[in-house]
């Protein structure tokens, strides 16, 4: 299996410096900093790469189970959102919120969130934060 990266450089104390993250494959290359971990901001920040990791891992995962299900989805649309929080001085990631919701023609609601569920913890990108609580939350939409 072939290897993944990114480069990130930083310049400055973290209160005041920046950084920028360039993914080695060339499909995003930004700015991030500690005023845009913290608040918003138009420049990105490793939260916001680690939500589009998972919810762009669960996504294939699910679509590959429903799949082997006989389930093909139409359309799956997913969001997950990071938490960051400090807890006794030091920060966290405690909760992802996956948000998923598909349309996937003659599948019932009970096989959905059965899918959906084992495509979660099938997700080797869920598996990597296993330490971390993650919730997902699956709507199944009409055709």
Known sequence: MAFRSADVEWQGSVQSGHGHIKLASGAF?????????MDAGAETNPEELLASAHAGCFTMAFS?????AGHEPTRIHTTAQVR?????????????????????????AATFQEIATRAERSCPVSKALAGTEIHLEATLLEA
């Open 29 to 37: 290359e930004g700015d991030y900093s500690l005023r845009t971990r």
């Open 64 to 68: 590959m189970a429903l799949g082997a």
């Open 84 to 108: 960051l929080s400090q807890h006794g001085g030091e920060f966290i990631i405690p909760r992802i919120d996956l948000k998923t919701e598909a349309i996937v023609p003659g599948i019932d």
